[in-house]
């Protein structure tokens, strides 16, 4: 059975991290890519990151590039977002989900996390 799970949301002022966890189980990073979105109330799901199944290779939206860092630790299935330098309009629901293609369209990818909320204010 296919099941993500995100951790790791929570308050930061600007300029703030913190690091998002997508624990993931009934498959492995050669069966699927990996992406990052996040969406707010009224929003469609923006994509954020995402990392490839075939090479690890890491994508990243305009709006995140040098603040953000997609990882995976494949002894753990578990892929990370180290969100630096934040700023008030990061303050979103972020979910990870799982597809064969690593891309931002969030109607490629399949299987879904719960959400994890983030929120950047002073």
């Known amino acids: 059975q296919v099941q993500l799970v995100e951790s790791g949301g929570g308050s930061v002022q600007p300029g703030g991290s913190l690091r998002l966890s997508c624990a993931f189980s009934g498959f492995t990073l050669d069966d699927y890519a990996i992406g990052w979105f996040r969406q707010v109330p009224g929003k469609e799901r923006e994509g954020v990151s995402c990392?490839?199944?075939?090479?690890?290779?890491?994508h990243y939206s305009d709006s995140v590039k040098g603040r953000f860092t997609i990882s995976s630790d494949n002894a753990k299935n578990t892929v990370y977002l180290q969100m630096n330098s934040l700023k008030p309009e990061d303050t979103a629901a972020y979910y990870c989900g799982a597809g064969h293609d690593a891309n931002s369209n969030y109607a490629t990818y399949f299987y879904w996390g719960q959400g994890t909320q983030v929120t950047v204010s002073s």
């Open positions: 990392i490839e199944s075939s090479d690890g290779s890491t």
